[in-house]
């Protein structure tokens, strides 16, 4: 199979037809998706956005880095005139007035988008299972959960629907379905790209982020959606790096924590991630370096009360008049209990206790990393503590869900950036290896997912 990096050139000689690219994509979702359930929308104009990009290029005119790539986005993420409903009954009907400024630079850069992809509702979950619209599938291990809450965009890349997916990763929908779909996710350093258009879960923690079968794909997505935007005042104004221009850092410090081997509730994780890092170690003749992460166990304690408040307060403008149905009313289990919740929590008799103190500690996280950071250049973990379960299977508890986000949900409450690359199989399921590095180093990151890639793994 051609990597993007191939196609993108065939497609810019006119070797490959982008209308032939779409069409292809177009085949497979057919015969796939029914079972799938990756897409909640297939763009039926793709083909004549391709084949207005056949055209540019037979006119030999200058087209963008994303010429004719099909690009799924994720249904919290608004594209204009395509339904953005989050995957809940609550927005069932509406349609984005605009694109969000991640859209904008795609389109830019003839970028094709071939449809909106299934998720968790509002982005709450970690198994794809809470859509209004039916649970996604997992292309690369039948009958288990495709992860989430990026599931359907996660899933149409592993299920060749697409070339490169847009997800979200509040704390770990990003990388925890590029994980359990054996796929490559970037969750980028908070404020490297722009939050306007996105719909949020939790304000202070979302970051849009692609998810691809390679590296390259990865990075040229990145690239093209980093940067400033007048619409969201937390974006930076840092270089955009050249993410696609890898080079392994000579010398580079990779630090490793026993804390993730005692939090991994299958030890069969722990030991694979164990040692796809030795032989990242031994190729760049290295030794990795224990660093202390002495909060990172309260992680999961720290994140919820603060997606439930900040969620709770983000959908008060579901009320009902402006866009589709009041919340509470259409919403599903999860949303419900994040509504309720974070209203409950967020009230003015327990004065912000628990919100309060979740802010104290996500203080004292953040500070874990700054230190590890101080002596290494990266952070080696797995990405999800145990398998994912079969599709279907009744959760006693919403903890069960929750505990899969154990080691995600670090990197977006310091900010920094994690990507994930497959690091082999278990029981024929794929595993993640996470790789952690300081805020906007994500060319660090890139560039060891790279070096994994090229070592074959
Ligand atoms: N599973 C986490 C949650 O349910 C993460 C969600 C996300 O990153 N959007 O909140």
Redo the contacts with the bound molecule.
């Keep these: 199979m051609v990597n993007i990096k191939q196609k993108q050139e065939m497609i810019k000689k006119g070797e490959l037809k982008a209308e032939d690219n779409i069409s292809q994509f177009l085949a497979t979702i057919k015969k796939k998706d029914k079972s799938i359930k990756a897409f909640l929308y297939v763009n039926k104009n793709a083909i004549s956005d391709a084949k207005a990009i056949d055209k540019k290029i037979k006119q030999e005119k200058k087209v963008g880095k994303l010429a004719g790539l099909a690009i799924a986005v994720k249904a919290n993420i608004s594209v204009k005139g395509m339904p953005s409903n989050c995957a809940s009954k609550t927005l069932e009907k509406y349609k984005s007035a605009f694109d969000a400024d991640v859209i904008e630079k795609i389109k830019a850069e003839d970028g094709i988008i071939i449809g909106i992809t299934n998720?968790?509702e509002f982005?709450?979950?970690?198994s794809g299972e809470?859509s209004a619209f039916g649970a996604t599938g997992n292309p690369a291990a039948p009958g288990k959960i495709p992860g989430?809450?990026?599931s359907g965009s996660a899933a149409a890349v592993a299920g060749d629907m697409c070339d490169i997916a847009l997800?979200?990763?509040?704390?770990?929908?990003?990388r925890?379905p590029a994980s359990h779909c054996g796929i490559v996710g970037l969750k980028p350093s908070y404020g490297r790209v722009s939050r306007y258009g996105l719909i949020d879960?939790?304000m202070s923690?979302?970051q849009i982020g692609p998810l691809c079968k390679d590296v390259y794909g990865t990075a040229l997505m990145i690239e093209v959606i980093s940067g400033k935007s007048e619409y969201d005042p937390i974006t930076f104004d840092r270089p955009i790096l050249k993410y696609t221009k890898f080079k392994t850092p000579k010398d580079i410090k990779i630090g490793i924590s026993k804390v993730f081997k005692e939090l991994c509730k299958d030890k069969r994780i722990a030991e694979l991630i164990d040692k796809t890092i030795k032989k990242i170690a031994d190729n760049l003749n290295v030794k990795p370096k224990q660093i202390r992460l002495k909060y990172i166990d309260l992680a999961i304690q720290t994140?919820?009360p603060l997606?439930y408040v900040e969620f709770f307060s983000a959908t008060r403008k579901f009320d009902g008049r402006r866009y589709g149905k009041k919340i509470e009313d259409s919403c599903g289990e999860?949303v419900l209990r994040?509504i309720l919740g974070g209203e409950t929590i967020g009230a003015a008799e327990y004065e912000g206790r628990y919100y309060r103190k979740s802010l104290e500690v996500r203080e004292l996280i953040k500070n874990d990393f700054r230190e590890a950071f101080e002596s290494v250049d990266i952070i080696l973990c797995p990405t999800v503590p145990s398998l994912p379960h079969s599709l279907g299977t009744k959760l006693k508890d919403p903890k069960v869900?929750?505990a899969?986000?154990a080691f995600?949900?670090p990197a977006?409450l310091a900010g920094i950036c994690a990507g994930v690359i497959k690091a082999g199989e278990i029981e024929g399921i794929p595993v993640g290896l996470q790789v952690m590095a300081d805020v906007f180093r994500e060319d660090l990151v890139l560039s060891i997912m790279k070096l994994w890639e090229d070592m074959g793994g």
């Design positions: 998720c968790d982005g709450c979950g970690a809470n989430g809450s990026s997800g979200s990763d509040t704390g770990g929908s990003v925890n879960l939790a923690l979302d994140y919820y997606v999860e994040r869900m929750y899969y986000d995600t949900v977006n």
